[in-house]
Structure formats: C-alpha cells, structure tokens
C-alpha cells in the first residue's frame, strides 16, 4: 500500500509518516516548503520519499498526486491559526487552504480512485451545551473563520467521494511544531502563577496515538465520520494545565478563569468540545490511551521527563 500524506511539516504529518515505515507501508511526504521542513530527529520521516505541492494550485495537485499514484491519502496540511484566520487579510488564504486545497485533493483522490483521510476539528459544531458531539451530527454552525473553512473541506470530501474517512480532532499535541503543552512548559518555567480557562471542556489528542489509529482505518473500508481523541475523560484547559505542571515537576500554580475573564483571543472559542467516540469502538477500531499517560509519554519524547 502507498500512501501519501500532506502536511508531514506539522505534527500528525510527521507521526503518520513514521506509523507507515513501522508498518511497512510505502509512504510519501508531501508538504508547501520545497524539501521536508519538520523537526530533524533522524526519524523515517526525514528519509523517506518527499515531494513539494502547493494543494491550493489544482494543477499541481493533479500532476503531483498522479505521479505518486498512491492507493490512499492522509490529508493533515491544514490552516490551524484560528485566531489569524480572522484577519481580513488572511480568510481568503485560510478557504484557499483548509476548502478549496482540499477539494483539489479530493477530485484527484475520486480520478485515481484512491481512499482520503481528511483531519478535521470539533470547531465544525456551535460549541454549545453539554453533551458530547456525535460524528455523525449534521448541526453544523462553525464558530469562527477556521471552523467555516474546516467544514467546508469536510463537505467537498464527502461530497465529492465514497472512500473516505473524515476524522474529527481536537487539542492536539505532537513533537513536530506548537501546542499548548509546549506553551504551557514555557510559561511555567518562566512564570510563578499562570491564567487558564476553566470553562472551555474538551480532550486532548496525541498526534503519537492519533497515527497509530488512522493507519489502522485505511488498512479498512469501513468509511465515514469519525471523532477521535485521547480516552481519560472530559477535562478544561485548566485541569490539562495542572496535569502538565503535575507530571513535569513545575511548581507553578494554576488560576482558573472564565473565557470572558481571559479575553485576549480574536477568534470565538466553543465552550464543548467534548467528542463522542464510541463509533470507533462500534467499527471495531482500538480507541486512544487515556490523555494522562499520552502526556507522561508526550513529555518524554520531548525530553521533559527521563
């Protein structure tokens, strides 16, 4: 099985590529910047096949993905600044990327007959109430420019093919770029006292375990919605931070505030993210470790802890 993966600049990207050689599988990397640009950790990532494709130049995508020929696509390139994507200079850019570059994907994923993973986000629904979103729920009312662009993406995938998984994430940690662990780290070796949201619920997703799960559904064809994140339970960012500070050994102290007390963000956040998996468990997928133990290993392979 060849696969091509976009994005392998980023977090997921980089993860799946490994999971792939792991497994055998023939993975190409694909990414904007004209050769492999992520962390240089001697991985398989960084010696496997990689090719340079601007996905917002259809033309290109066409002729890139054709040459690679691959039996399926994990599309990761995505926008993911949610708060520049409300720049009245960016939300063209950010539709370019996150809609129409993954529309352009999706035609050449139907012309060679390839399957295509689309990563998607929990930023698709209101955001409101209690209960747990399921993955296949249709109230969609994105909150902001990168949950419209997000979704957008999502209806060219199913709208344009029948071999496709659409997975939705959320809080997403991994070794290749930023994340909040790696903020949270920051500000905590630098700060006595940090601010963090107590009302905004959610579960944290390690790009590690996140890998392991995709690959295992394109081995499958058992298409659709998917919502995936690591089990442990629904937490805030507050309660995230206390454990972060926990397993590190920082003595920082964590304050919660409400969303409107933090203020800062341009971008509307949803106060639930919470994700329903249990999909996952029904199609006979292996759900995610709980979030506690992908942190203790997430600080570990980042040199945190020994």
């Not at 507050?238 to 919660?256: D, N, R, S, W």
Request: net charge negative; with cysteine; hydrophobic share 40%.
């Amino acid at each position: 099985m060849k696969v091509l993966v976009t994005g392998v600049g980023g977090q997921l990207g980089h993860d799946v590529m490994n999971e792939l050689a792991k497994r055998g599988y023939e993975g190409v990397g694909s990414d904007i910047a004209p050769v492999y640009s992520g962390v240089a950790d001697g991985s398989a990532v960084t010696t496997m096949p990689y090719v340079s494709m601007d996905i917002t130049n259809a033309a290109a995508v066409a002729e890139t993905i054709k040459s690679v020929n691959p039996d399926v696509i994990v599309h990761c390139a995505a926008w993911t600044a949610v708060d520049l994507a409300e720049d009245e200079d960016k939300k063209a850019k950010v539709f370019a990327i996150n809609a129409e570059g993954t529309e352009n994907i999706a035609r050449v994923a139907k012309e060679i007959d390839a399957k295509m993973v689309y990563i998607s986000t929990d930023y698709v629904f209101n955001g409101r109430g209690t209960s747990p979103w399921k993955p296949d729920c249709k109230d969609y009312e994105p909150l902001n420019v990168y949950g419209e662009s997000k979704l957008k993406g999502e209806l060219a995938v199913s709208g344009t093919l029948e071999k496709y998984f659409i997975v939705r994430i959320a809080w997403v940690f991994g070794l290749n770029g930023k994340n909040f662990i790696k903020t949270m780290l920051k500000v905590g070796e630098t700060h006595d006292t940090v601010r963090v949201v107590y009302d905004q619920i959610g579960t944290p997703t390690y790009t590690l375990d996140l890998s392991r799960l995709l690959v295992d559904m394109i081995e499958t064809d058992k298409y659709g919605y998917y919502h995936a994140t690591n089990e442990g339970g629904f937490i805030s960012w507050y309660e995230f931070t206390k454990e972060i500070y926990k397993q590190a050994g920082l003595p920082t102290k964590v304050l919660p505030v409400t969303t409107a007390e933090y203020g800062l963000s341009k971008a509307a956040r949803p106060f639930n993210s919470r994700l329903d998996k249990s999909k996952l468990v029904e199609a006979g997928f292996k759900p995610l470790p709980t979030w506690q133990d992908a942190l203790g290993r997430y600080l570990k392979e980042i040199g945190v802890l020994a």
